[in-house]
């Protein structure tokens, strides 16, 4: 069974340009949340896809959007990049709302996004 | 709103030393879930343990150990007799109960702690 795929695993970008990154759920993971986590800090939650749509935000602009498709993957679009913006952003998938199981989350190896 | 602390940035042990790592949360929510996570210098956060706000039970998982106080919002995690491969830096997370949609609410992390294990 393949874990929490992610990609790319390297990413660079200049300032002003808009970027996509890729996600991939275990195998019977519905729920997918993406988080950003700048350097030496812990992650920060964007937010949360499930059945297509978009069940929770955290505190992060629209410049972040997202996209999860009808076989549970999921894209984060991130526009008009700022240096800021460089992090490692990483991938959770969960096992949906059955079971004891749905509260935890299960990570994905993150893409490393630079903005120069 | 929810706020997890980790006071200790970093700790160093040498081999076979137990250590312990703290995380105080705070939460308004009377159901809660707690968790801690492993991040290796891959990147990867890696699962260890959810414990829910309702079984202050601790739990014992082979050299590791977590003790849940809900007096002192306290969800401690020792490591038995260290080794090398436990150096990583280690989170602490809080969520709350089920989302609307009933999936897995978001996390709230600390700030980590970096432990370094050497021989």
């Known amino acids: 069974d393949a874990g929490v795929t992610q990609s790319p695993t390297h990413l660079i970008k200049t300032r002003g340009q808009q970027v996509t990154l890729r996600c991939s759920p275990k195998?019977?993971?519905?729920?997918v949340s993406w988080y950003q986590q700048a350097l030496g800090q812990g992650p920060q939650f964007i937010f949360q896809?499930?059945?297509?749509?978009?069940?929770q935000r955290g505190n992060f602009p629209d410049r972040f959007s997202g996209h999860q498709f009808p076989n549970y993957s999921s894209e984060l679009n991130v526009n008009a990049l700022l240096l800021g913006d460089s992090a490692l952003y990483l991938c959770a998938c969960s096992p949906g709302t059955s079971g004891t199981h749905s509260y935890e989350q299960y990570f994905g190896p993150g893409t490393r996004l630079t903005v120069t | 709103a929810q706020k997890v602390t980790q006071a200790q940035t970093e700790i160093s042990v040498v081999e076979k030393e137990d250590v312990t790592l703290d995380c105080v949360y705070e939460?308004?929510?009377?159901?809660?879930?707690l968790f801690w996570y492993k991040q290796p210098p891959s990147g990867e956060l890696v699962f260890l343990i959810r414990r829910n706000s309702f079984d202050e039970q601790n739990e014992i998982s082979g050299r590791y150990s977590w003790n849940f106080q809900k007096s002192t919002s306290s969800f401690n995690f020792t490591i038995t007799a260290s080794q090398v491969v436990d150096s990583a830096v280690y989170f602490c997370a809080l969520s709350e109960a089920l989302g609307s949609a009933g999936t897995a609410s978001k996390l709230t992390f600390g700030t980590g702690t970096r432990l370094q294990v050497t021989l």
């Open positions: 939460t308004r929510d009377t159901t809660y879930y």
């Open positions: 195998s019977g993971h519905d729920t």
């Open positions: 896809y499930y059945e297509e749509e978009e069940r």
